[in-house]
C-alpha cells in the first residue's frame, strides 16, 4: 500500500466509485476508502427474505455488521433509543464496495427544473431551511446524460418528464406486467400522463454483463445476473485498472487529519486487517472527498475537531449534520378481480410525473409509480389490509388468494427541510473503534405532512380508477426521514454564512476538504435521488481532477 495519494475518497458507493474513476483516468492516484467488503449475489444472503435491504427483521446482507456499530435514536416523542443497523430508526445505508448501487431498484429520474428552485417557487415556510439549489437543471443536464451512459440506463428515447434532454438512453425500458395495462387505462381516464421509468438495470446485455433474467427478488439484493448497474462494476472496474486507484475494504475513518495549521492533510484510518485485528495508520493525500452518505460523512466532519474548529471542520456555524431529509412514501394498496401481479422483477413499469409541482395547496409534491416486485414476506409485513388479522388461517388464506391480486402506487414527496432534523455526535455511546456515534433527532416539518396526504389521495384516485375493488393504506406518522435517500447534512450554497459547501463541494474555509453524496442537497427531489447523486459525482470529481 502506497502512503501517499493525489486523493482519498472515503465511501464507494453512488458518488464515490465515480469519484475513484474520473479521478484516477484523469491521472491522478486514488485511496478509495470502504468500512464494507465486495459482495455478490453468492455471497449476500440471496435466499434470506428475513435478512437483506429491503426487510430487516432479523439483520441485512451486507454490512455494518449488527454488533459493534450502534447509533442513537431520538424518536417524535423525544425518547432516546439504542440502534443497530437492522433496527427502525438507524437509517442504514448498505456498506459494501457500490454501497446502496449494489442492492437498489435502480430508479434512474433527473431531478424536475423546478426541484432546484424551491424557495423561489414556494416561498420559505415557517420553521423551515428551504433554499434553493446553487446551481440549474441547466447546468446538470450534461452530467445527468454522462451518467445514464456511463453507468448504464435503460428507458424511453424522448422522454423529458423531468427536464429537457439532448440524447435519448443506452437502452430500451423495461417489459409490462399485469397490472400495466389497468393502471394506465386508469391514468388515462384522470388525465394523468404516464411512461415507464428510466432504471439502472440492464435490459439488454451491456458491457459484457447479462440483461436483467426478472427475478422475484429485486431490490434489496444483489442481481444474479450482474444486471444491476451499480458503481461495483462499472466505475470502480475502471478505476482499478488504470492502475493508479486502490482500494482498501474493511476500513473505516476515524478522522481527517489536519496538521497544525489546521490544513487537511489525508484521513486517520482503521484497518480491521485479517482476523478483524485493528491496525491504524494515517494516509496522506493532497485532498480528501467524503462521499460516505448523509450521516457518516456529516459524522466524519464533526469527529475531526481542530483547536481553530472546535466543533468539527467546517462547523464553526453549527450547519454539519443539520437539514437531514430523505423521502416520506405515501402509499395505496390495490386490490383487483383477477391477478395483476406475476412476481417478475424489478416490477416498476408505469409512472406520472404530473403531481411533482404544482399541487394546489401544498409546497411541490411527488412522482408516482407502481412498485418493485415482493417478496412474500414483505408482502405479509407491508401490505396487508388494516384490517386483517396478521397470523392465522385468515391472513393465510388473504395471502394465498390474493398475493397476486394486489397491485400498490407509491411515491417520494418532495420534503421541505428543517434545521433541527440533525445528526450529531452523542458523548455517551461508542462503537466498536471508540469513535462516538451518531445522534439522529428530529422530526419531519409539517408541510411535508401536508404534502405527504395530498399525494396519498392522487395515488388511491388512480388505483380506484383503474378497477380496483378495494384500496387501504395508512398515512405515515410524523418521524424523522432519512433512510436509504438520506441528503443534506452538508448543504452546498453560494453563501457559506449559510451552507456548509461551495456549489463544488468544497467545504468552506478548505481549499483541499470536499464532500460528493446527498449530503451536498439543499433539498433532495420528488424523485429517487440516485442519478442526481451519479451526475453530482460526475461533475464534482471532474473539478477536483482539474485543480489537483
Given at each position: 500500500m502506497?502512503?501517499?495519494?493525489d486523493?482519498?475518497?472515503v465511501?464507494?458507493?453512488?458518488a ?34 428475513l435478512?437483506?435491504h ?20 431520538v ?11 437492522h ?44 433554499v ?7 447546468e446538470l443536464a ?7 451512459w ?28 399485469p ?11 384522470l ?14 446485455p451491456r ?5 436483467c ?13 450482474d ?20 482500494i ?7 478522522r ?22 485493528e ?8 485532498a ?6 448523509a ?7 464533526l ?25 416520506y412514501?405515501p ?23 404530473d ?14 409509480a407502481?412498485?418493485?416486485v ?14 386483517l388479522?396478521r ?7 388473504f395471502?394465498r388468494?390474493?398475493y ?18 440533525r445528526v ?11 469513535r462516538?456515534?451518531p ?16 399525494m ?5 384516485a388512480?388505483?380506484e ?6 384500496t ?5 406518522a ?13 448543504r ?9 459547501t ?10 483541499n ?8 442537497h ?20 471532474d473539478?477536483?481532477?482539474?485543480m489537483?
Open positions: 502506497s502512503m501517499d495519494f486523493a482519498i475518497v465511501g464507494a458507493g453512488a464515490g466509485g465515480i469519484a475513484a474513476c474520473v479521478l484516477a483516468e484523469a491521472g491522478k492516484r486514488v485511496l478509495l476508502v470502504e468500512q464494507g467488503r465486495w459482495r455478490s449475489h453468492a455471497n449476500s444472503g440471496h435466499r434470506d427474505h435478512r437483506n429491503r426487510l430487516q427483521a432479523h439483520g441485512i446482507n451486507t454490512g455494518p455488521y449488527v454488533d459493534g456499530h450502534p447509533r442513537i435514536f424518536d417524535a416523542s423525544g425518547e432516546t433509543h439504542v440502534v443497530r443497523p433496527d427502525d430508526g438507524y437509517h442504514n445505508n448498505a456498506s459494501t464496495v457500490g454501497s446502496g448501487t449494489l442492492l437498489y431498484g435502480g430508479l434512474a429520474w433527473r431531478f424536475h427544473p423546478d426541484d432546484f428552485r424551491l424557495k423561489s417557487r414556494y416561498g420559505v415556510p415557517k420553521g423551515s431551511s428551504l434553493d439549489w446553487p446551481i440549474s437543471y441547466a450534461p452530467w445527468y446524460e454522462r451518467a445514464e456511463e453507468i448504464g440506463v435503460a428507458g424511453h428515447d424522448g422522454d423529458t418528464n423531468s427536464g429537457a434532454r439532448t440524447r435519448g438512453y443506452p437502452m430500451p425500458p423495461l417489459p409490462p406486467k397490472s400495466t395495462a389497468k393502471l394506465r387505462a386508469g391514468a388515462t381516464n388525465g394523468i400522463s404516464t411512461f415507464t421509468p428510466p432504471i439502472l438495470i440492464n435490459t439488454v458491457d459484457g454483463r447479462a440483461a433474467v426478472q427475478c422475484g427478488s429485486c431490490v434489496g439484493f444483489p442481481c444474479p445476473s444486471a444491476k448497474n451499480g458503481t461495483q462494476n462499472t466505475v470502480i472496474q475502471r478505476a482499478l485498472a488504470t492502475g493508479r486507484c486502490e482498501m475494504t474493511g476500513t473505516v475513518a476515524e481527517i487529519a489536519t496538521n497544525a495549521r489546521g490544513r487537511v492533510v489525508g484521513i486517520d484510518l482503521i484497518d480491521m486487517g485479517e482476523g478483524n485485528a491496525i491504524r495508520r494515517r494516509i496522506t493525500a493532497r480528501v472527498m467524503l462521499s460516505a452518505g450521516i457518516e460523512s456529516a459524522r466524519l466532519l469527529a475531526s475537531a481542530t483547536d481553530s474548529e472546535p466543533h468539527g471542520l467546517g462547523n464553526n456555524r453549527d450547519l454539519v449534520g443539520r437539514n437531514l431529509q430523505g423521502h412514501y402509499t395505496v394498496f390495490g386490490l383487483f378481480e383477477d391477478e395483476v401481479e406475476n412476481s417478475h422483477g424489478p416490477g416498476v413499469t408505469i409512472a406520472t410525473t403531481f411533482v409541482h404544482g399541487n394546489e395547496g401544498v409546497v411541490a409534491g411527488a412522482m408516482l407502481d412498485d418493485f415482493m417478496l412474500p414476506a414483505i408482502f405479509w409485513k407491508q401490505a396487508l389490509p388494516p384490517d388479522p397470523f392465522g388461517l385468515k391472513a393465510k388464506h395471502m388468494d390474493n397476486r391480486r394486489v397491485s400498490q402506487i407509491k411515491g417520494p414527496v418532495h420534503e421541505v427541510p428543517a434545521p433541527d432534523c450529531t455526535l452523542d458523548q455517551t455511546c461508542k462503537d466498536r473503534f471508540g462516538f456515534v445522534r439522529l433527532s428530529g422530526v419531519v416539518h409539517p408541510e411535508t405532512l401536508r404534502t405527504v396526504a395530498a396519498h389521495e392522487k395515488a388511491e388512480w388505483l380508477a383503474s378497477g380496483t375493488i378495494r387501504w393504506g395508512a398515512l405515515p410524523p418521524r424523522l426521514s432519512a433512510g436509504q435517500h438520506q441528503a443534506g447534512t452538508c452546498m450554497g453560494d453563501d457559506e454564512a449559510i451552507s456548509v461551495d456549489p463544488f463541494g468544497r467545504v468552506w474555509g478548505h481549499p476538504l470536499f464532500v460528493s453524496d446527498a449530503s451536498l439543499p433539498t433532495n427531489g420528488a424523485y429517487n435521488p440516485v442519478l442526481t447523486i451519479m451526475a453530482m459525482g460526475f461533475r464534482n470529481s473539478n477536483l481532477a482539474k489537483l
